[in-house]
């Protein structure tokens, strides 16, 4: 089973920005979609952001035209690039299949405080 590894995340003052990383000690390419989820305190674990193996990609509506998401398959890696950062923002940050029968292992995640 794959496994992923999450960085990037801090604390940062709301408007801010951060850039998150993913790297999966497999092939990316293999487990097709890629997604970025969060999970807030009390609340369920959210998709916020997708990618396809040729680069199509999709968001949530909370997180539209602020983060960008791009998969380097060679590499293995998944970015999440923030931008204009808001307090509702706060919440650990993990990456993963889109497809759940393709999950790998969750990893730590990557907690993101934005502060108002």
């Known amino acids: 089973q794959v496994q992923l590894v999450e960085s990037g995340g801090g604390l940062v003052q709301a408007g801010g920005s951060l850039r998150l990383s993913c790297a999966a000690s497999?092939?990316?390419?293999?487990?097709?979609?890629m997604g970025w989820y969060r999970q807030a305190p009390g609340n369920q674990r959210d998709l916020v952001a997708t990618?396809?193996?040729?680069?199509?990609?999709r968001y949530a509506d909370s997180v539209k035209g602020r983060f960008t998401i791009s998969r380097d398959n060679a590499k293995n890696t998944v970015l999440l690039q923030m931008n204009s950062l808001k307090p509702e923002d706060t919440a650990v940050y993990y990456c993963?299949?889109?497809?759940?029968?393709?999950?790998?292992?969750w990893g730590q995640g990557t907690q993101v405080t934005v502060s108002s």
């Open positions: 990618i396809t193996t040729s680069g199509f990609t």
């Open positions: 497999g092939s990316i390419f293999r487990i097709g979609a």
């Open positions: 993963n299949a889109v497809a759940p029968t393709m999950w790998g292992s």
